[in-house]
């Protein structure tokens, strides 16, 4: 009877979005335009001052051809060591910042705007969507080639949120074979923020359902506490595109809830698989709400950074070698916090790479 009731608990959760289960993006408007294939380009200046960028094609994908681009900038020093940034949900590569304090650190810093993100984004595709997280390896893959064809021998691939999530998971199913030194993340999307009900029974459901109505969507909260916290021109410290980091989140597409869902589940199943060593920062906090408080600028108001931890430190084959860490008052992206949080972050992963460097014969 219990099982019964939960199920007909989660039918009604399904039904209450059932109306947008057969809509797509910009529906009264969809795309009618030809559908190019991208191919390789040079480099170019990027729209970040002391930066170049390039597309990579990368064939054709379940809504048609798709790409990445790598961004780059390399520091005038004869390094061999580089770290390639893989952003998160509803973003794409900005905080030059970052790039800058791996650039001025010796390091040649490289990013990826993934498929259907940011700069790679082409007009028939709807923002953020993916139906297998793997899908990013290619993408990943791509950006590490150009640099070891840069001459870099040493790499950190790091990631935030999902890009911290993806990461993880490219260390977990390639193993061995992984190809980096060491695997950096920032508040990585291990585990979905919500209650148990929506955990075990809810995003199950919904995931199955994502097998079948791929680009059914569901409407996320209109929440500004997360965007205002960030941009400068409300409470926070950063200037970004928001058309391609929105304010409020487009509906999310099933075949991603599943995306995640199935690749949260098998980066436990091969946690034992992961092989290098691997940094899992989080923030000290978890906030709670929707609408911008100024408690907003000091924890994570996206994932539940406690759920971090206890995924965290189970995972890679080597526990000495994985290293879990709470920087206090940080926000849901580390990087992008007050300064004393921010400085913490960089602080530890400098330290991370440097711990976990072999000494020079």
Same mark, same amino acid.
Request: hydrophobic residues 35%; glycine residues 8%.
């Given at each position: ?26 529906? +009264? ?22 930066? +170049? ?23 005038? =020093? ?34 990826? #705007? ?7 984004? *082409? ?20 950006? =590490? ?7 870099? +021998?040493?790499?950190? =691939? ?18 061995? +074979? ?28 919904? @995931? ?26 409300? #409470? ?18 099933? @075949? ?71 920087? #206090? @008052?940080? *926000?849901?992206?580390?990087? =992008? ?25």
């Amino acid at each position: 009877m219990r099982k019964f009731i939960l199920f007909l608990m989660s039918f009604f959760a399904i039904g209450c979005i059932a109306g947008d289960f057969y809509t797509t993006w910009d529906w +009264e408007k969809p795309y009618k335009g030809e559908k190019f294939e991208q191919k390789d380009t040079a480099w170019q200046p990027d729209i970040l001052e002391g930066y +170049e960028c390039r597309f990579v094609n990368q064939g054709e994908a379940f809504d048609g051809p798709c790409r990445s681009t790598i961004i780059r900038k390399r520091c005038n =020093l004869k390094s061999r060591r580089g770290f390639l940034y893989v952003h998160g949900f509803n973003d794409y590569f900005f905080q030059s910042e970052m790039g800058d304090r791996f650039v001025d650190s010796g390091y040649h810093f490289y990013a990826v #705007d993934l498929r259907r993100y940011g700069r790679s984004r *082409l007009p028939w595709q709807y923002p953020f969507n993916v139906r297998n997280q793997n899908e990013y390896f290619a993408d990943i893959d791509s950006a =590490l080639t150009q640099m070891r064809r840069d001459g870099i +021998e040493d790499i950190t =691939l790091g990631g935030h949120s999902t890009g911290g999530l993806t990461v993880t998971l490219y260390a977990a199913e390639k193993g061995s +074979e992984i190809g980096v030194d060491r695997v950096v993340t920032d508040s990585p999307f291990l585990a979905w923020n919500f209650s148990p009900f929506m955990r075990k029974v809810a995003i199950p459901t919904v @995931s199955f359902f994502g097998g079948l109505f791929k680009n059914s969507k569901i409407k996320q909260s209109k929440c500004d506490g997360y965007a205002y916290s960030l941009l400068k021109e409300y #409470d926070g410290y950063w200037t970004y595109n928001t058309n391609w980091k929105m304010i409020y989140s487009p509906p999310v597409t099933m @075949s991603w809830i599943r995306a995640i869902t199935k690749a949260q589940k098998r980066i436990k199943k091969r946690r034992e698989n992961i092989c290098v060593p691997l940094l899992v920062m989080h923030s000290s906090r978890k906030i709670d709400g929707c609408n911008f408080t100024p408690e907003f600028m000091t924890g994570d108001a996206v994932l539940d950074p406690f759920a971090i931890q206890q995924i965290g430190v189970t995972l890679g084959r080597d526990k000495d070698r994985t290293v879990v860490c709470a920087i #206090d @008052s940080g *926000l849901h992206d580390l990087i =992008l916090s007050r300064p004393r949080p921010r400085e913490a972050a960089y602080d530890t992963i400098f330290k991370f790479i440097r711990t976990f460097t072999p000494d020079p014969d």
